[in-house]
Nanobody, 115 residues
Framework: QVHLVESGGGLVQSGGSLRLSCAAS????????MGWYRQAPGKQRELVAG???????IYADSVKGRFTIFRDIVKNTVALQMNSLKTEDTAVYYC?????????WGQGTQVTISS
């Protein structure tokens, strides 16, 4: 059974850092993980950082220069390093994977940035 489990969320002050981790299992590997998304209250889910089919990284304009996505093939995880956090980064963060045309999502991890 496919599982994506996000962890690392929490409450930090503006300007702080967090590292989120997405652990994949059940036939899903880090290479299947497409990226990290987030959804703030009352807003649509949006792509924060991801990988292109060619393996390049892409970022939302709002996080460029502050967030970094990277895969750990050995641990089968995809991490999102978030620095210089802002209050507008507050959201539930999800990782997404695709395999054989199917989409898989984790349960999400809450990130709250206080001013």
């Amino acid at each position: 059974q496919v599982h994506l489990v996000e962890s690392g969320g929490g409450l930090v002050q503006s300007g702080g850092s967090l590292r989120l981790s997405c652990a994949a299992s059940g036939g899903i590997f880090s290479g299947n993980v497409m990226g990290w998304y987030r959804q703030a209250p009352g807003k649509q889910r949006e792509l924060v950082a991801g990988f292109t089919s060619g393996g390049n990284t892409i970022y939302a304009d709002s996080v460029k220069g502050r967030f970094t996505i990277f895969r750990d093939i050995v641990k089968n995880t995809v991490a999102l390093q978030m620095n210089s956090l802002k209050t507008e980064d507050t959201a539930v963060y999800y990782c997404r994977a695709q395999r054989f045309g199917n989409d898989y999502w984790g349960q999400g991890t809450q990130v709250t940035i206080s001013s």
